[in-house]
């Protein structure tokens, strides 16, 4: 899980032991509180990602980059998939093809 993201960017924090989310807060400078899936990336033979369930309970999924945090609205990405058929994606598609994605700088 990535701490450093919930450190950085998210307070009235409170963690999940669940596979769906890890951690539930407050965007920093927001007041709507959300569910984040904040698991690493894993690998899968030749490329690295996430699987994420279409049942997920999680409102925002996180990427990062060397230098900010992306975060994807969970049912957005699962809309997309489903309406273009996709198995996988690239992140760079989502965040140019998807309406609600915020990208953090890092500290």
């Not at 951690?23 to 899968?44: A, C, M």
């Not at 690295?48 to 049942?55: F, H, P, T």
């Not at 925002?60 to 489903?82: A, G």
Request: aromatic fraction near 10%.
């Amino acid at each position: 899980m990535n701490i450093e993201f919930v450190n950085q960017c998210l307070s009235n924090i409170k963690w999940n032991n669940n596979d769906q989310w890890q951690v539930e807060g407050l965007l920093k400078h927001s007041n709507q509180y959300l569910k984040f899936d904040i698991r690493f990336l894993k690998d899968f033979k030749d490329k690295k990602g996430k699987l994420i369930d279409s049942r997920s309970q999680a409102d925002k999924v996180l990427f990062e980059d060397n230098d900010s945090w992306i975060l994807i609205d969970t049912q957005e990405l699962i809309k997309y998939m489903k309406d273009h058929s996709l198995k996988e994606i690239k992140l760079e598609e989502l965040i140019k093809n998807i309406d609600w994605n915020i990208i953090l700088p890092k500290k």
